[in-house]
């Protein structure tokens, strides 16, 4: 593996009722979330981060995605589109010092890449 920085360390959830979401996230990571907007909720665990997402937000997410954590966004996008994978949503910024994008591999399983943080 050329990039023993990957990990995934985020995985977005979309929800359909973030309050009734949100207490049973609760129940299970056995706490109150860090973050608590009407867009979104997050916990953060032991370094893992869950988070919840109304209606997938505007990536229209509609299954769990997992994040891999990397150095440089752009770099493995490059490295991903040039093995066969699709850009779903291109690196943009979300606040907080972090880049988000997502990709699509050959079966349309989507991928997701977070840079910062």
């Given at each position: ?25 609760a129940a299970l990571l056995g706490g109150p979330p860090q973050t608590d ?73 989507v991928l997701g890449l977070l840079q910062g943080r």
């Amino acid at each position: 593996m050329s990039d023993t920085a990957l990990s995934i360390k985020t995985v977005l959830h979309p929800v359909s009722d973030l309050a009734k979401a949100k207490q049973v996230y609760a129940a299970l990571l056995g706490g109150p979330p860090q973050t608590d907007s009407p867009y979104y909720v997050g916990f953060d665990i032991g370094g893992q981060h869950i988070g919840l997402v109304p209606d997938g937000g505007p990536q229209g997410m509609t299954s769990p995605v997992a994040y891999w954590h990397v150095p440089d966004i752009e770099a493995k996008l490059a490295e991903l589109t040039a093995a066969g994978a699709v850009v779903k949503e291109a690196a943009h910024d979300v606040g907080g010092g972090r880049v988000v994008a997502t990709v699509t591999d050959p079966d349309g399983n989507v991928l997701g890449l977070l840079q910062g943080r």
